[in-house]
């Protein structure tokens, strides 16, 4: 054999390098990785719908006793135990994750009880782990009955010192009472919370119809029902085709009334808002849109909210109809946001699946049966032990005396014992364990009693291990004992979200409830811009900060559109009625787009709607462009021009004229250039040295005008001398022409 053949030795290959292909190397610690992450962290079983950790929580709050009646303990000491004992993860982490499980507005039905500082809707933090306390809920109980009762596997802890469920036992489907959500690798899940009545309900008729179809149970449990309740704006069609393939996107708007405040002014106050948007920042978002006066007819947003929601929204003007003013903030703001459905879970452990409704109720159901049988096994062997207990005694108070005679004289009384009544060691250690106290009459008549109703126990335990049908009785049984414990009759139980397919209100104008007022927007070399009121002389003369001046003004109206063409070849848009006043210096453009600081403003212009554009690189490339395709909607801007913008002109005229750094000018029809709604461009003239100076729109038949030094203006009409078609050189421009080679 080959040395190369012989297998590792552990003792003579100890420090040995053996080569390995990195991306083979790589790929299986990443797999490694990734199956951890999907396994152990981010995806809940479908079974219980819980991830490791939170079972982990669960369960050591059940080892320490914090059951829902009795006291409370420190959640330092719960975190440490889920810690030291099940989770060898950072203790924020665990922390955190208990808070949540104690939050209201985060757990349709919490399974922690917290008291003390657990967070609040508005986003603030729970208190440090020492300060709060927590003890399980009846749900977290119900989750976890059975436990006791084999009703699940168990496994080795991290370090394998103790013994951890593998899964709870479950007694309601919690993976869509309450939801999940979790990111893992190459996959996600985010499952919204369920009213567990209409859960249990679905689960009931999945029992007696088990081929029924994703439709038929949205019928019984017809969508999500947030802890914060809401309303969701879905159609049936909608919701129905999201449950059957696992995925789709759900509306979800706050809850909002009209309070009539008299003599005809109203206010409208939002009392629930959407699932997981923090109270605080839709505030100041609400407020930014009132300062930024993007939506001007919003005069005041208040927060007087308590236990309950209340944020008050006033009207600047009382003819606004609510309807429409509240289909402006859907758009605008978190009172509308979308929930991404994503039922992406562990199907018995092991299998990450996207699922449809029928499958998750469908895991869960088969899980409860198992659950059922296992602690029916459980229940049938503790009945066999206490049966054979139960002979042994009875034998023995039908040989009393015999029993005391071998015990008082007899060295061996178990041997004795076991060879004269044909008793078994486990019945022999029971009689000798005996009290004196029960060697009464009546223990015997009660012995027998409990030794018929163990055996008609056992009877109707065997019948139902043996007999599918009998389980599926009993599980119902079971969940309808769940759903009269935390159902609609409980509190809290009824549902809180309202499922609508109202039609969408189409929203105001914000434009048409701008007031029209005249302004001169003025921009300064060092980027501050302002609005000055009314149409002052272009060249008047305003302060501006030290080392600053003017660079660009304009006339406007407060109901203009700006565009801002950047040298990075994007364009921004301004609303003209949100520019600072004229009272201070500005503020800095940068600030209110995403223009990078390397990149200077080639253009401030008003947009109009029918005009067109052209735009050139200083590589003297262009096109021209049309209004519609430089509108920005985001601060980010709207990528048009790729390379460095030198110029942007309105398009007018029949001719183009372009003029080189060489001095050359050349003079082609517009029809040679080209429409485009972005890239580079085609070559506008062709330059040996240099590049593009500038470029300007002509009438051929009215000619080239440009002002002199002096400030007087020349025309050449005749252009024949410098009319070609694009991309070519170009000749020297006429005597005269300016020598910054500029048309104005």
Not at 126 to 144: D, G, I, K, N, Q
Not at 313 to 319: C, I, K, N, Q, Y
Not at 695 to 713: E, Q, Y
Request: hydrophobic residues 40%; contains cysteine.
């Amino acid at each position: 054999m080959a040395d190369d053949d012989l297998p590792p030795d552990p003792d003579t290959d100890a420090g040995r390098t053996i080569p390995e292909p990195l991306s083979r190397a790589i790929g299986e610690r990443y797999l490694t990785y990734a199956l951890s992450t999907i396994m152990h962290r981010a995806l809940p079983d479908a079974r219980d719908g819980l991830k490791p950790v939170h079972r982990r929580i669960l369960y050591a709050m059940r080892e320490l006793r914090l059951s829902p009646s009795g006291g409370f303990r420190k959640s330092a000491k719960i975190t440490g135990d889920v810690m030291g004992n099940y989770h060898p993860h950072g203790d924020s982490a665990i922390y955190d994750a208990m808070a949540r499980l104690a939050q209201p507005f985060a757990m349709r039905y919490p399974l922690v009880d917290g008291q003390g500082n657990f967070g609040n809707i508005d986003g603030d933090n729970p208190a440090a782990s020492r300060y709060t306390e927590a003890r399980l809920t009846l749900a977290a109980e119900a989750l976890m009955e059975g436990l006791a009762e084999d009703a699940v596997d168990f496994r080795p802890n991290y370090d394998g010192t103790l013994q951890e469920p593998i899964v709870l036992p479950a007694a309601f489907p919690n993976l869509l009472c309450n939801g999940a959500s979790g990111i893992a690798v190459g996959m996600a899940t985010n499952i919204p919370p369920h009213n567990l009545h209409e859960v249990i309900d679905a689960c009931l008729h999945l029992i007696k119809a088990p081929d029924a179809r994703d439709e038929t149970l949205l019928r019984l449990m017809p969508g999500p029902d947030f802890p914060t309740g809401g309303v969701l704006v879905e159609t049936p069609e909608t919701l129905a085709e999201a449950y059957r393939t696992g995925r789709g996107s759900l509306r979800l708007r706050a809850r909002w009334l009209r309070e009539d405040l008299g003599r005809g002014n109203w206010q409208l106050v939002v009392t629930e808002i959407p699932y997981q948007v923090q109270k605080s920042k839709l505030i100041e978002r609400l407020a930014e849109l009132i300062q930024t006066k993007k939506i001007p007819i919003l005069a005041d947003v208040r927060d007087e909210s308590a236990d309950d929601i209340r944020i008050v929204l006033e009207p600047r003007a009382r003819t606004v109809d609510p309807e429409q003013l509240m289909a402006v903030l859907f758009r605008n703001s978190d009172l509308e946001t979308r929930f991404g459905l994503n039922m992406n879970v562990l199907i018995d452990g092991r299998q990450p699946k996207v699922c449809s409704l029928r499958e998750v109720l469908r895991a869960f159901l088969d899980h409860r049966r198992e659950v059922l049988v296992r602690r029916s096994n459980h229940r049938l062997a503790k009945i066999a032990a206490r049966l054979e207990v139960l002979d042994g005694y009875i034998v023995a108070f039908l040989n009393l005396d015999r029993v005391i005679e071998i015990i008082r004289h007899e060295d061996d009384p178990k041997a004795v014992m076991m060879a004269e009544f044909g008793l078994s060691e486990v019945q022999v250690e029971a009689i000798l364990n005996m009290r004196l106290r029960a060697l009464r009459r009546l223990e015997e008549i009660e012995l027998r009693a409990e030794r018929d109703r163990l055996t008609e126990e056992r009877a109707g335990l065997e019948a139902l291990v043996g007999d599918e049908g009998l389980q599926w009785v009993r599980i119902a049984e079971e969940l309808k004992e769940t759903r009269g414990l935390f159902g609609k009759s409980a509190a809290g139980g009824l549902r809180r979200t309202e499922i609508t397919a109202s039609a969408d209100v189409q929203p105001l104008d914000m434009d048409a409830m701008i007031e029209r007022e005249p302004v001169t927007v003025i921009l300064s070399r060092m980027g501050w811009i302002r609005a000055l009121k009314g149409h002052q002389p272009l060249d008047a003369e305003v302060k501006f900060r030290d080392g600053d001046g003017p660079l660009m003004a304009l006339h406007a109206e407060t109901t203009d559109k700006l565009m801002v063409f950047g040298q990075n070849g994007r364009f921004y848009t301004l609303s003209a009625n949100a520019l600072p006043g004229g009272r201070g210096m500005g503020e800095p453009l940068r600030l209110m787009i995403d223009l990078p600081n390397d990149s200077a403003v080639v253009d401030l212009f008003l947009w109009r709607e029918d005009e067109q554009h052209l735009v050139a690189s200083t590589a003297g490339d262009g096109f021209i462009v049309g209004a519609a395709d430089i509108l920005a909607q985001t601060r980010a801007g709207r990528q048009v021009l790729n390379g460095t913008a030198l110029l942007r002109r309105k398009v007018e005229g029949d001719h183009l004229a372009t003029v080189g750094e060489n001095r050359k000018l050349l003079v082609f029809p517009l029809a040679e250039l080209p429409e485009m709604a972005r890239g580079k461009g085609v070559r506008l003239q062709r330059f040996k040295d240099g590049g593009l100076a500038d470029a300007a729109f002509v009438t051929l038949s009215v000619g080239l005008s440009w002002k002199d030094p002096a400030g007087r203006t020349r025309t050449e009409s005749d252009l024949t001398e410098w009319l070609g078609s694009r991309a070519q050189a170009g000749r020297m421009a006429p005597r005269g022409f300016p020598r910054d080679n500029r048309f104005t």
